[in-house]
T-cell receptor
Framework: DTEVTQTPKHLVMGMTNKKSLKCEQH?????MYWYKQKAKKPPELMFVYSYEKLSINESVPSRFSPECPNSSLLNLHLHALQPEDSALYLC??????????????FGQGTRLTVV | AQTVTQSQPEMSVQEAETVTLSCTYD???????LFWYKQPPSRQMILVIR??????QNATENRFSVNFQKAAKSFSLKISDSQLGDAAMYFCAYRSQYSGGGADGLTFGKGTHLIIQP
């Protein structure tokens, strides 16, 4: 199984809503990532979890709240978003140890629209 | 901080021809990984090829090969016998070698949009 599964695939939410994006992998990867991608731009790193602990927060606004309940799951909780937060949100995972530190596997993304 | 530069916003090639996409990067590290990812209109990021910096041999994967010049900090992708399914946005990406600090997210270039002419 080399899949990273993200749900939902599409999400439309109002600025006062609270929603969550979910990501799951069963490859035994101990690093998981959230990226944000605007149209015609490269992905931008938001958060990195290493062994279920938040290791990188790239100065992301607090209206985005990540959570890693266990080694297979990664959530991104959304609250009071702005229209400019509309984007494709990509989850990825990879190994962490030196001998197996290779590529990141990406999910298909959640296309988020904030209205 | 590392930077990745892709100087070709768009490239066009005839089907069955060969095309080379350019990528340069800047880093002070000696150990790292370089990747080419493909993103078709479906937006799924798909790994095309990877290169470990400590390996001198250029990576190849079927029709895809790289020209890795470590001293010049250059990492170009060659696609041979281009096919219609190769049409996509191609991103060059850099990743630090694992150091225990957790600072190992991917740094992407701006991408090159590859068009395949039938």
């Amino acid at each position: 199984d080399t899949e990273v599964t993200q749900t939902p695939k599409h999400l439309v939410m109002g600025m006062t809503n609270k929603k969550s994006l979910k990501c799951e992998q069963h490859m035994g990867h101990r690093a998981m990532y959230w990226y944000k991608q605007k149209a015609k731009k490269p992905p931008e790193l938001m958060f990195v979890y290493s062994y279920e602990k938040l290791s990188i927060n790239e100065s992301v606004p607090s209206r985005f709240s990540p959570e890693c309940p266990n080694s297979s799951l990664l959530n991104l909780h959304l609250h009071a978003l702005q229209p400019e937060d509309s984007a494709l949100y990509l989850c990825a995972s990879s190994h962490r140890d030196r001998q197996r530190n290779t590529e990141a596997f990406f999910g298909q993304g959640t296309r988020l629209t904030v209205v | 901080a590392q930077t990745v530069t892709q100087s070709q916003p768009e490239m066009s090639v005839q089907e069955a021809e060969t095309v080379t996409l350019s990528c340069t990067y800047d880093t002070s590290e000696s150990d790292y990984y370089l990747f080419w990812y493909k993103q078709p209109p479906s937006r799924q990021m798909i790994l095309v090829i990877r290169q470990e910096a400590y390996k001198q041999q250029n990576a190849t994967e079927n029709r895809f090969s790289v020209n890795f010049q470590k001293a010049a900090k250059s990492f170009s992708l060659k696609i041979s016998d281009s096919q219609l399914g190769d049409a996509a946005m191609y991103f060059c990406a850099y990743r630090s070698q694992y150091s225990g600090g957790g600072a190992d997210g991917l740094t992407f270039g701006k991408g090159t949009h590859l068009i395949i002419q039938p």
